[in-house]
């Protein structure tokens, strides 16, 4: 049977945050989640404001292209 629970790093040991059963010896796998996280792009809302006809073709692509590319962590 596997679990995934979650915990974190005090510093000296991994801490669980769950209560689970388990013996001495028994084998774990441990992941470590990158908790750095990449500044966020702030999207300039103003440049695309305003553009009347414009805005229906490549500026509206521009747009919708800048929101993908910032919508990860």
């Known amino acids: 049977m596997m679990s995934a ?9 991994i ?8 013996s001495i010896g028994q084998e ?4 470590i ?3 750095l ?9 103003e440049k695309y ?3 009347g006809k414009k805005m229906f073709t490549q500026d509206a ?3 919708v292209k800048e929101l993908r590319d910032n919508d990860r962590l």
């Open 15 to 22: 801490v669980i945050n769950e209560d689970v059963k388990m």
């Open 49 to 51: 404001m305003g553009r």
């Open 61 to 63: 692509q521009d747009y």
């Open 37 to 45: 996280r990449k500044k966020k792009k702030r999207i300039d809302l």
């Open 33 to 35: 989640l990158d908790m």
């Open 5 to 13: 629970v979650k915990g974190y790093y005090d510093g000296k040991q």
């Open 28 to 31: 774990v796998i441990i992941t």
